[in-house]
């Protein structure tokens, strides 16, 4: 069994365990533990979304040109000109307001909903919050989005326009947008500019299914005390880190796994009574172990992992 | 799974800590029902009942978590209660879910509010502007080249530097026969909104970009208004610029202001942490910035459509002089619900 040897103190639970975890206090106060996405998942968003709007734009551009011929066919064919000049009009105004409403309110549409994610970030597992731990305000989700008119759609025209050619100005517009596609670098919350005006930031959205308990089927063959019994000397050998560890082993049940660790803990409390059946063994020891480290836990003696004392 | 049998797997579990698990899961997993189909954006699908025990239901779980921290070594158990309190903490302190509602104060004192909390950026802002016109009208009465700089030929058309009295009339009057106002005016508003987003956004780099676009805009103005000066229709210019000008000028010195106090609480945060600071700053001027929007939309209206109808000055002076009292009454004297809300929230 591999247990590397590592802070668990509860008080503290959630406390930097990779580089991306963050605690956040809610209002209730109490602490969780939340991821925040990567930045491969925002760029991946970012860009799903961005089809997303093209695709829209022009499936409107051809729905307004279909129905633009139909009108002016039928203008020709009845009135003249007048009426189907009207309506040529009205079909420009639609084409306008379609046009401001995809750069600057699908982000706001979405992220106010209830999931607080456009279809790209929940593609990618991901979502916005607010970074005190309080309510998600619209003021939020408008500040962050109306940013991204410098970060993203003022820049790119700008660089498509000039071209590589055009020298100095190509060369501003891109320096620009890699100052802002790259700001998400150079701060460990991987905050965007509109991020740091709005007190949002962009978190993984947690997905995890309740799991049988692991104690609720009685003792092999229904007799209430289990068949392996091992002494207190025997179970204070290992802490909280290694029940926990245990427990993933027990559920990912993988024959090797099970072998391997079986030998390990045999070795080191001095039993070989539970060979060829590894599984019922470790099931039992695991059991009586954490019991006897929640018994502990009751009582305030607390012991983190083997390298602790008791 | 009946009552019998859940009351006999409690009985069953060894340990102390899964029979306080297997006691509460109902409560979890009725929570976490509500959740996803809240995720799902189905309301509609949850009975008021549901609603009702929503807050109850996430404090409820927020403290079995709290406990089995301290009692459970169950990893299981403890990464799906953390995961659950999130998602319901989410749901729980999630946008407001009615948009509506969201509308209503802001239009019934939130915007007001917002724009009389930035009041100083505002006179900051509209100093600039004054400077930028005299800067215009200055530079181009030494010099009728500058007018060229400021204005690109293309859309100087027939408003260039000495041009006759007729042909400068002739832009301010008589276009009322003029086809496809409403595409111009859909147009015009298109364009001012973007540029007034540019000014809001631009304050990150310190709100100078929002202070030099504010002056650049409006340089322009004191350049055409020294050219219609020349020929003696500054008055008549004056209008022609008021109709739309009172609601559009004021719209584009809210959002340089907005921008402006972005800037100044990146600069100076004052006692508070520079995150904290620039965040508040942002959602005070995206109010703003959303109510500038909206102001365009009426300015664009007033350009393409009043501004062509009424063809003489003193029509014109009115209609903008009425919009500038409404804005400024809206904005300084109103006081509506939402203001003395909104303080005690922050």
Redesign the interface.
Known sequence: MKLGRRRNRPTQAGRARTGKERTLVTPEGIALPVIVAGRGARAGALMIDLIIIVVSMILALIALSQIGGGVAAFGRAATGQDGAGYAMQFLTIVWIIILFLFRNAYFLFFELGPRGATPGKRLTGIRIAARDGGRLTADMVIARNLLRDIELFLPVPLILMAGPESGAAWLAAAGWFAIFMLFPFFNCDVLRAGDVIAGSWVLESPRQKLQAAMTVAPFEGGKTTPKYRFEPAQLDVYGEFEVKALERVLREDRADAIETVYRTIAGKIDRTDGWNDERHFLTDYYKQLRERREAGMRMGRRKADKHSDA | MNALTDNM?IE???????RF??ER?AD??RL?AIVVR??K?R?RGISDADLLALPQLY?TV?SS??IA?????????L??L??????A???V?????S?WE?LRAFLGGGWSAAVRGIGLDIAIALTVMIAGVAVGWLLVSHDPQWYFALMSRDMAGARVPGASAEALRGTLFGNDDK??L??FA??L??NN??VS??S???G?ALGIPSLLLLVHNLALLGAMGWLYHGQGLLLDFAGWICVHGTTELFAIMLSGAAGLH?GRAIAFPGNRPL??A??????????V??GVVIMLVVAALLEGFARQLVDHTPGRFAIGGFMLLAWCSYFFAFRGNAGPRRKAGQ
């Open positions: 797997a069953v579990a060894a340990l102390r800590s899964d698990r297997l899961e979890w997993q976490e809240m995720e954006g309301m404090r927020a978590l709290s921290r301290e009692t459970s070594l169950d990893a299981a158990t990464g799906y953390e995961a659950l309190v999130q998602r903490w989410f749901v302190y999630g946008p407001r879910s948009l969201w086809n496809g409403s595409v859909a147009q508003f298109s909104a973007q987003i540019l809001f956004a631009l990150f972005i995150l904290e620039t965040a508040l700053a942002g959602r005070r001027a995206a109010l910035m959303t």
